[in-house]
Structures are given as structure tokens and as C-alpha cells.
């Protein structure tokens, strides 16, 4: 149990009060409201380390430590038995626990930034209002406790990104990008959404906690092979969608239309990086789950896995290709999220496997060496990536273009920005000792591994380890074509202020420090992953155990990407061989433009955009007017008919009636009121004359007797 | 005795002899005598029948004829008080002169 529990819900709530704050009163507040959101995260950060001590104290690193902060029960279930109930409550283990640390600290810095970067913006309350909605949704994300609570925040993010992508909506670019990064993301949501559903059917329950204790009671029963098979390739759907991965990439490059803060804060700490996160949570459906008299492999869905795993290996590979011959700086650094990413999820693909198979043949120890080297990259990565994008907006807050070939020479006007984005840049291409080589390796260490069980990963692994290659030399690429050489551009750029450079110097220690966190815990996999230590990195396993083999492939990955940088350095920095050697043949300049234009991707998208789906919104429209238009005024021109008639009906008879009975009745009054003289005898000869003919008429009858009142 | 045969012949004579009079005349202070007349009429009927109809003797008959009599006075002055309102409104007493009860 964790002492004051309930402070969790602060964690996001927080952000949601700076959201509604700034949102309100932002306009009033100093520089848009920032110091709000600036403090708030500031807030979540402390609270949300509290929480980890907690765990990482009462959990002595390794024991269970999942807890529940209870929130409230949204919809009531069965009122006997309480099953079925939906609630709202914050799940805190040690992923979650060091997820909302890492989430917050780097929002923190990036709202910090924010401050100098945005300063000269209108409409600042707006982006930190709608910043700190963004954060509180991935917090959100990252704490919930069951999968509908998860969709929840997961959607809030949706919604945020595509406001903040689209922070400058009278750009045309960023309008259609935002509106590109909704509906591409939403394409992955509506699956994420079927795999919630058919959980729900399944299992009556969207707890993690629960799901898992009911999988072993329901396998062979609701939980069917081809049901397990559907889940998690629908969860990964959504995964796809949020995490940029092929086929669902577009959105990302695009995403770059926002602010450089926004893109930071959507490629370190937020937003792709809760499509890893749902995809470690699904890892619930991926592995073999243990039940009392055994382990449940069966249940496994292998093909699931594979899919998983091959889409990391495939967009890695495939984004990495991207990148080399883009010239738009952040548009590099978004096709090295999306390669990045494809890692991670080639990790928790191949971890997944391995922990499969190994139960399947009999081992009891849990192999969690590719979830943990997964979400140890997703740590390194947003710390490296958070400083690799703050650093390109440093640099384009200097020389307000994103295009590199109007840069470069900038390593001396801006010395803070050029070496901490060197740091950054050395983490990302996997150069030891910075963190991306530690976590990287580890990656493709387990994709080995697991090559031995399904010889795919082999292939996957050299995807891996090409990628590793294609990571280092268009990374340094970009670090060379914007800090070397000669300033090809306009103006004259200075060092941004204090505010912005000093985050780049914090960013900077933890991107060299975070892969030290798994020497601390021995193993990244003790501090994330519950239930079963895990043994050291495969780094220093070797290391001590002297395994010739897994130190070749670390050998190799670490001489392929030095030989990324060399060749980078080769051509953009001693100028041996010139860039236009990559485009001399007709065979190179093929390939040189497939990559600038993205494969055509793009293209493709557009044209299913404007003839297929635009043909059918045609085809719909024209049923549209004529069909259903037709029958609707069809049905108009009746009621008109009807309504006329109805007139007609009313005016003729009804008042004609009315009117002819009133003018008779004048008309005959006139007649009458001449009987009235105002002779007195007159009427008095009336009175005679009728009481006369009353007697005679009652003689006559006979009646007079009865008249007189005599039998 | 006489017959009550001969008394209500003579009322029926004087009966319709009234009745004339305020169908016929035109003089307003005729019309009030015929009236009276009328009203004898039928104060004779219960003269007539007090002293004939059974038990015999009984007093009822002539006490009405005394209160008929008595409302008859009343009524032929609240007339002539009319009649005079009537004249000086209307400077005549003709009675087709006046047609105050017209439409």
C-alpha cells in the first residue's frame, strides 16, 4: 500500500487545474499563463516522485507493487456481485509510477523552454493551456487502471495534439496538418476502440488486473484462440496510430507544422510514446500467463507477436530510409521518432516472443529482458529526443527556417545549443557510453536471442542493426549540415537566452546519464518490471561472463553506427566525397527520390483521399440530391397539395357554413323585427288570438280538461 | 237565487265587452276602463261561484272579489299616473301614437 494514495490523483490533476486556469484567466497572467503551467507540472513532478520512492522503497525493487488508488465508480455493475462495475481509479506500479516521473520531469523542461521559445507568440494562453491538458492527458494515460479510463486520456491527447499541431491554424500546412495527424491517428483509434469492445465482451472487465486473472478461467471458453489472436493486434492498432508506425506514419513528419516545443513534447514524452505504452500494458494478452497449476501457454498468440515485432523491424528500417535525404531538420528528427519507436516496438515484439517461448519449453523464469530494453529505450529516447528537438528549436528560433541547407556554421555563434544537441545526437546514433547505445543494444541483443526460436528474427535483427547505421549517419548528417561549415542563410543568428539554453544543459546530463539508471538498478528491467527480478543488461553480462558471441553483436551494431558517423562526416563535414555522388546514376537518383518524397506514401494517401474517397463522397452526394432530395421534396410537394386542399375544405364548406348560418340569421331578423310595431294593442291582439287558438286547439283534442288541471 | 248560469252569462258578456274595448280603442283612458272592465268580469266569477259552489256560504270567493277590488284602485291610478307621464312626454294619449315599444 502507498501513503497517501489519494495524492495520486494530483499527479494529473494538477495540469488539469493549471488547463483550466490558464484557459480562463490566461490572457491576464504574465507570458500567457506560462509560470501556471510551469508550476503545476513542477507539482505533478514532485508528487509523482513521492509515488516512486514509495515504490521503488515498500517494493524493495522487484516485489509486487501494483496498487489501486480508488477514484470513483462511473457505472455501477451487477449491484450483488459489483462485476461489470466501470470505474475511474489510478493504477500505480513501477512502470506507471517511473512512467509518470519521466512524463512529467520532461514536460516540466519543455514547458520551461516554452517560455523563452514562445515568447514573441500571440495566443500563448491558448498553447499553455492546451499544453497542460496534453500532459495531464498522457498522465492520465499512463496511470489508468483499466482500459476504457486508458482510451479516455488517450483520446484527450488525441485532441491536443491535434490543437497544438495546429497552433498556427492560419498557416494552411498546419491546419491540414493537424487535421492529418487527427484522422490518421483516429484510424488506429477506431481499432483501439474494437479491441476495448471485444475485451468487454470477453471479459466483462477492462482492468488489467482483472483481465489477467480471468484469462486462465475463460481460455477454452468466451477467450477463444482466434479472439486471442484479435485483441492484441487490435490493441496494437491503436498503437500504430498514436506511435506513427507503418502504415500510419504520415501524420508524424506533418506533426512538424506545430511549434518545435509541441513536437517535442509529442515525440519525448507524450503522445507516440503512450502507443508503447499500451502495447507493454497488452503484454497481458502477448505472454504466458501463470495460473496455479501451471504456466497458460496455449493462450498465447504468436502471430500477434510476430506482427508486432515485424512492424517495429519494418518501420524502422523504412523511416531510417526516410530520414537520409530530408532537409527540413525537425522533419529528420520525426523520421528518427518513428525509427526509434519501431525499435521499442521491435523490443516488446521480440521480448514477448522470447518470454513465450521459453515457457513453452518449460522454463519457469521469466524472460524480461525485451520489455525492459523496450521501455529502457523509451526512457533514453525521450530524454535524448526531448534535447535533440529543443535544440532544433533553438536553432530555428535563431534562424527562423527549418531548411538545413539555410544553415550550418552555427557551432560557433551558438556554442550551448551545438554541443548539447551533439550530446543528443551521439545518443541517438548509439555511441558509447550515452544512453541510446545501452538500450539500443539491448534491443537487438534480444532480437538475436530470439532469432534462435524463430529464425524471422534474424531478419528482424538486421533491420535492427542497418537501422543502426542509417540512425548514425543521418544523424550527424543533420548535426554537421546545421553546426559545420560555413552559414549558408540570412541575418544574423545569436545564442537563445538563458531560459532555453539551461534546459538544454539539464537535457543534455540526463541524456548521459539516464543509461546509467539500469547500472544503478542492476538491470533497467528491476525498476519497471514486477513480480520477477531480472537479470543484469546483456551489456554487462557478457562483460562478465565473457560471451564471445553477444560481444561480436555488440561489436557490430557499435562499428556500424561509428561507420554512420564516419561516412557522415566524410561527406558533410571533410567534404571527401561529394553529396551529389548519391544522386549520379539514374538507379541512385531513383532512390534518392523515392526516399525525399516518402515513398510516395503520401501521395498514395492523397490520391485514395481525392479519388477514392472524394469519387465515393460524389457518388454519395449525387444520391443525395436526386434520390433521397427527391423523395423528401417529393413528400414536400405532397403536404403542400394536401395543405391546399385542406384550405380549400376549410375556406368552402366550414366557413361557408358558418357564414351562411349567421347571414340567415340576419337576414331573417331583418324580416322579423317589422313584426315588432310598438303598438300596444297589436301585441295585445297577438296575446288574444293565441290564447284563443290554445282553446280551441285544446277543445278540439280534447285536452282542456287536462289544461285546467281537472281529471 | 238566481241561477248561476245567468251570472257567469253576464260575466262572459261583460268579459268580452272589456276585451273590445282594449283591442279596439285608441284612447289610452278607455283602454283603462275596458281593463277595469275585464277585471269585473272576472270579480263577478268569484261572487258568483262563492255564493253557488259547495260548501255553500263559503267566504273565500268574496274575499277575493274585495282584494281584486282593492288592487284594481291601485292599479288604475299607477295607470292614470302613466298616462299623464305619458301626455306630458308625448302631448297625446292616443295609443297608436305611441310606439315607445318599437324595435
Redesign the interface.
Known amino acids: 500500500m502507498l501513503e497517501n494514495a489519494w495524492l495520486a490523483w494530483m499527479i494529473l490533476g494538477s495540469p488539469l487545474i493549471a488547463f483550466v486556469v490558464v484557459g480562463l484567466v490566461g490572457r491576464r497572467l504574465p507570458e500567457g499563463g506560462a509560470h501556471v503551467v510551469v508550476g503545476s507540472l513542477a507539482a505533478s513532478l514532485v508528487i509523482a516522485v513521492y509515488f516512486l520512492v514509495q515504490v521503488l522503497q515498500q517494493g524493495a525493487i522487484g516485489n509486487s507493487t501494483a496498487t489501486t488508488v480508488p477514484g470513483f465508480t462511473w457505472i455501477p455493475g451487477d449491484p450483488a456481485t459489483g462485476e461489470g462495475a466501470i470505474g475511474m481509479n489510478l493504477l500505480i506500479d513501477n512502470l506507471s509510477a517511473f512512467l509518470l516521473v519521466l512524463v512529467s520531469f520532461l514536460s516540466l523542461l519543455i514547458a520551461i523552454f516554452s517560455i523563452g521559445y514562445m515568447h514573441e507568440e500571440a495566443g500563448k494562453p491558448r498553447y499553455y493551456a492546451e499544453i497542460a491538458l496534453f500532459v495531464a492527458g498522457m498522465l492520465g494515460t499512463v496511470s489508468a487502471d483499466n482500459f476504457l479510463q486508458l482510451l479516455i486520456f488517450w483520446e484527450i491527447m488525441g485532441l491536443c495534439s491535434y490543437l497544438l499541431i495546429g497552433f498556427w491554424y492560419h498557416k494552411p500546412e498546419a491546419a491540414s496538418a493537424a487535421k492529418k495527424a487527427f484522422l490518421v491517428t483516429r484510424v488506429g483509434d477506431v481499432l483501439f476502440l474494437a479491441g476495448i469492445l471485444v475485451i468487454w465482451n470477453v471479459f466483462h472487465s477492462f482492468r488489467f488486473e482483472e483481465i489477467v486473472q480471468k484469462i486462465p478461467v475463460l481460455w477454452g471458453g468466451a477467450y477463444t484462440p482466434q479472439l486471442a489472436l484479435l485483441i492484441p493486434l487490435f490493441l496494437f492498432g491503436g498503437a500504430v496510430g498514436k506511435s506513427a508506425q507503418f502504415p500510419l506514419h504520415a501524420w508524424l513528419p506533418d506533426a512538424m507544422e506545430g511549434p518545435t516545443t509541441v513536437s517535442a513534447l509529442i515525440h519525448a514524452a507524450t503522445m507516440v510514446k503512450a502507443g508503447v505504452y499500451l502495447t507493454a500494458r497488452s503484454f497481458i494478452f502477448l505472454v504466458p500467463i501463470a495460473t496455479g497449476g501451471g504456466i497458460l501457454v496455449q493462450a498465447v498468440p504468436w502471430n500477434a507477436i510476430l506482427v508486432i515485432a515485424g512492424i517495429g523491424a519494418f518501420t524502422a528500417v523504412f523511416a531510417g530510409s526516410m530520414a537520409l535525404a530530408n532537409y527540413d531538420i525537425k522533419r529528420v528528427l520525426a523520421f528518427s521518432t518513428i525509427s526509434q519507436l519501431a525499435y521499442m516496438f521491435l523490443g516488446l515484439g521480440a521480448g514477448a516472443y522470447l518470454m513465450a517461448s521459453e515457457a513453452a519449453h518449460g522454463s519457469t523464469e521469466v524472460a524480461t529482458a525485451g520489455y525492459s530494453a523496450a521501455l529502457f529505450h523509451l526512457t533514453n529516447h525521450a530524454f535524448f529526443k526531448a534535447l535533440l528537438f529543443l535544440a532544433a528549436g533553438s536553432v530555428i528560433h535563431a534562424v527562423h527556417t527549418n531548411d538545413m541547407r539555410a544553415m550550418g556554421g552555427l557551432g560557433k555563434l551558438m556554442p550551448w545549443t551545438s554541443k548539447t544537441m551533439l550530446m543528443g545526437a551521439l545518443a541517438l546514433s548509439g555511441i558509447i557510453p550515452f544512453s541510446g547505445f545501452f538500450s539500443k543494444d539491448d534491443i537487438l541483443a534480444v532480437t538475436f536471442e530470439t532469432g534462435a526460436s524463430n529464425p524471422l528474427f534474424y531478419l528482424m535483427w538486421v533491420a535492427g542493426i542497418g537501422t543502426a547505421f542509417m540512425t548514425a549517419f543521418y544523424t550527424f548528417r543533420m548535426w554537421l549540415m546545421t553546426f559545420h561549415g560555413e552559414f549558408r542563410g540570412h541575418g544574423h543568428p545569436h545564442e537563445s537566452p538563458r531560459v532555453m539554453t539551461s534546459v538544454l544543459i539539464v537535457l543534455s546530463v540526463f541524456t548521459i546519464a539516464s543509461g546509467a539508471i539500469a547500472f544503478l538498478t542492476n538491470g533497467f528491467g528491476n525498476l519497471i518490471f514486477y513480480e520477477e527480478p531480472h537479470a543484469a543488461l546483456p551489456l554487462i553480462t557478457p562483460l562478465l561472463e565473457a560471451n564471445v558471441v553477444e560481444l561480436a553483436l555488440t561489436g557490430l551494431s557499435l562499428a556500424l553506427a561509428l561507420a554512420g558517423v564516419g561516412l557522415a562526416w566524410a561527406v558533410y563535414g571533410k567534404r571527401v566525397i561529394s553529396p551529389s555522388t548519391f544522386t549520379k546514376t539514374p538507379t541512385r537518383a531513383f532512390l534518392h527520390s523515392m526516399l525525399v518524397n516518402r515513398y510516395w506514401i503520401d501521395d498514395w494517401y492523397n490520391a485514395f483521399g481525392s479519388r477514392t474517397v472524394a469519387g465515393f463522397a460524389r457518388a454519395v452526394d449525387w444520391f443525395d440530391r436526386n434520390v433521397v432530395d427527391g423523395i423528401v421534396n417529393a413528400l414536400g410537394r405532397g403536404g403542400v397539395v394536401v395543405g391546399a386542399l385542406s384550405d380549400l375544405f376549410d375556406r368552402k364548406v366550414i366557413d361557408g357554413a358558418v357564414n351562411s348560418i349567421s347571414l340567415e340569421t340576419i337576414r331573417s331578423s331583418l324580416a322579423l323585427r317589422t313584426r315588432q310595431t310598438g303598438q300596444v294593442q297589436n301585441y295585445t291582439w297577438v296575446i288574444v288570438l293565441g290564447i284563443v287558438a290554445i282553446l280551441v286547439l285544446a277543445v278540439l283534442l280534447g285536452i282542456l280538461p287536462r289544461i285546467l288541471g281537472r281529471p | 237565487m238566481i241561477p248561476v248560469e245567468y251570472e257567469l252569462i253576464l260575466s262572459t258578456a261583460l268579459f268580452c265587452i272589456g276585451?273590445y274595448g282594449?283591442?279596439?280603442r285608441?284612447n289610452a283612458i278607455i283602454?283603462l276602463m275596458s281593463i277595469e272592465i275585464l277585471l269585473n268580469a272576472a270579480i263577478l266569477n268569484f261572487v258568483a261561484f262563492s255564493s253557488y259552489a259547495p260548501p255553500a256560504g263559503d267566504p273565500a270567493g268574496q274575499v277575493f272579489a274585495l282584494l281584486a277590488i282593492a288592487i284594481a284602485a291601485g292599479e288604475a291610478a299607477i295607470g292614470l299616473a302613466i298616462f299623464l307621464a305619458l301626455y306630458e312626454t308625448h302631448g297625446t294619449t292616443e295609443?297608436?301614437k305611441?310606439?315607445?315599444?318599437?324595435?
Do not use: A, S, T, Y
Not at chain 2, 305611441?98 to 324595435?103: K, P, S, V
Open positions: 276585451l282594449v283591442m279596439v285608441k283602454v295609443l297608436d305611441i310606439r315607445l315599444l318599437r324595435w
